[in-house]
């Protein structure tokens, strides 16, 4: 049986929290007395510069084989010969990208390998691709009724 899924999943990341390590956060002030404040300031968020709409398909099996070939390829292409020995964060990057590659149909214009780097950009791929995955999630759960456990 085919689940009732979405024919497209659409999301954006302006607005949403930076991952916590990609930003260092502001020194706290002193209070009185010289004992720095303890306060939390707001999360900061992606901003316009990472305004831009993602539309996706939703994948199938046969899209999941192909990301992995899109990833195998980009490696290939720069000479490595066992992705095993790749740093993980490099390993999720490439997987990012190769993820838009197969399911992306619409990317804003700042989400490319080549774009230049703001020092945020890995972050924004990241996140990006996670909350790719949670929609996937969602609309599985929404659309099918199983409870994203089929």
């Keep these: 049986m ?4 979405p024919k497209d999943l659409v999301f954006t990341i302006e607005g949403r929290p930076i991952p916590a390590g990609w930003v260092v956060p502001p020194p706290s002030k ?23 709409q993602f539309k996706l398909k939703y994948p199938r099996a046969m899209d999941r084989l192909r ?8 490696w290939e292409l720069r000479g490595v010969d066992n992705p095993g020995r790749v740093p993980p964060l490099e390993l999720q990057i490439q997987d990012a990208f190769a993820f838009f590659e197969v399911l992306g149909l619409e990317k804003p214009d700042w989400f490319s390998p080549e774009a230049p780097d703001s020092g945020l950009l890995f972050a924004a791929v990241l996140t990006a691709h996670r909350i790719a995955e949670e929609e996937i999630i969602a609309a599985k759960k929404n659309f099918d009724g199983t409870g994203g456990s089929s």
Aim: proline share 20%.
């Design 2 to 5: 085919t689940p009732n899924i």
């Design 30 to 52: 002193p209070a009185e007395g010289g004992v720095p404040a303890v306060t939390q300031p707001p999360a900061p968020v992606f901003g316009p510069e990472y305004a831009g």
């Design 67 to 74: 990301m992995a070939g899109a990833s195998t390829r980009a």
